[in-house]
Every structure is written in C-alpha cells, then in structure tokens.
Nanobody
Framework: QVQLEESGGGLVQAGGSLRLSCAAS????????MGWFRQAPGKEREFVAF????????YYVDSVKGRFTISRDNAKNTVYLQMNSLKPEDTAVYYC???????????????????WGQGTQVTVSS
C-alpha cells in the first residue's frame, strides 16, 4: 500500500501560480501511475491531470492544458502539479491519486484509482 499527502495549496489571485506536491510513503511511487483530481463545492470530482509511472505519458483536462504541468520525481517519491495563470474557476480541493493497474482508457475515472490523499484547498480570487 501507499499513503499520499498533498501540500502546497492556498489562496492566490487570478493569474498567479501554485505548485502542489503529493508525497508518497509506504511504497515507492514509481510503482504507480498518478493522477490529480479536483472537487469544487457541490460538484463531482473532476480529472485534472495524469502521469504514467516513469513520466513518459501525461494527459490533461482541456480546461487546464497550457496552464498546468504534472511531473514526478520518483527519487523523491513525489508528484507535482504546477499551476500557472490560475483562474477563479480553478478553485477546488485538489487530490492526488495512485493506481498500479490503471489503463489509458480509465485515467479520468476517480473510482479506478485505489489510493487517495486527503486533499489540499486551492482558492483563486478574482
């Protein structure tokens, strides 16, 4: 099993940047493909970004393409989400998720991930 802990959230003005981190413990993060999801109040959990086990493949929801970058440092057991040009509609709790068997066809589906962090709040003011 792996435990995940997100950090780096906060309050930022529109146009600003934040970098979220997802630190893994219990098992090396290279065993898992990783995703970032977000959930705004009253809305369903939404896929944001995905990175394969060794970083060779990344995918993004259209609304963040060109603004967000997912990356990973397996030596540090950490996955990152660099968020630039933030907008008020990016406000949400952001979660990282891990799975060792996920396929490309299912990376956007939350229940396909076995492990989740507790989330970190990102608030973008206008």
């Amino acid at each position: 099993q792996v435990q995940l802990e997100e950090s780096g959230g906060g309050l930022v003005q529109a146009g600003g940047s934040l970098r979220l981190s997802c630190a893994a413990s219990g098992r090396t993060v290279s065993s898992y493909a990783m995703g970032w999801f977000r959930q705004a109040p009253g809305k369903e959990r939404e896929f944001v970004a995905f990175i394969s086990r060794y970083g060779g493949n990344t995918y993004y929801v259209d609304s963040v393409k060109g603004r967000f970058t997912i990356s990973r440092d397996n030596a540090k057991n950490t996955v990152y989400l660099q968020m630039n040009s933030l907008k008020p509609e990016d406000t949400a709790v952001y979660y990282c998720a891990a799975d060792s068997r996920i396929t490309t066809a299912t990376i956007r589906i939350p229940f396909k991930y076995d492990y989740w962090g507790q989330g970190t709040q990102v608030t973008v003011s206008s």
